[in-house]
């Protein structure tokens, strides 16, 4: 079974909503670093949002700030990104990624388009479009 599995994309209208689920199999989604990524058409890769295992904080891209909101349920070892006020230029494919032995915080890692982390899911693809 693949680590991470993202689902949840689809297509919205700009201002609408949704949420992202990542299930996680093989290790915990607590205790570890892990977060959301994406890359648009034609576009380099960027962080979204990481949860910091070596801090223990939160860190958001400036461009979902206030509207983005990224959440575990570790009974369900599933890692969340709530999206609300969406706008068309948050289309794009939305990964999930984990690093169980991260050397730098999780503010690292966003800024780094995840670059050094482990695992990765296959994405799910979100279109902001009216």
């Known amino acids: 079974q693949a680590p991470l599995v993202e689902s949840g994309g689809g297509l919205v209208q700009p201002g609408g909503s949704l949420r992202l689920s990542c299930v996680v199999s093989?290790?915990?989604?607590?205790?570890?670093?892990i977060g959301w990524f994406r890359q648009a058409p034609g576009k380099e890769r960027e962080g979204v949002a990481c949860?910091?295992?070596?801090?223990?904080?939160?860190y958001y891209a400036n461009s979902v700030q206030d509207r983005f909101t990224i959440s575990r349920d570790d009974a369900k070892n599933t890692l969340y990104l709530q999206m609300n006020m969406l706008k068309p230029e948050d289309t794009a494919t939305y990964y999930c990624?984990?690093?169980?032995?991260?050397?730098?915080?999780?503010?690292?890692?966003?800024?780094?388009?995840?670059?050094?982390?482990?695992?990765w899911g296959k994405g799910t693809l979100v279109i902001v479009s009216s």
């Open positions: 093989g290790f915990t989604v607590d205790g570890h670093t």
């Open positions: 949860v910091s295992s070596i801090d223990g904080w939160t």
């Open positions: 990624a984990a690093v169980l032995h991260p050397l730098y915080s999780g503010s690292y890692y966003l800024s780094a388009a995840g670059n050094g982390m482990d695992y």
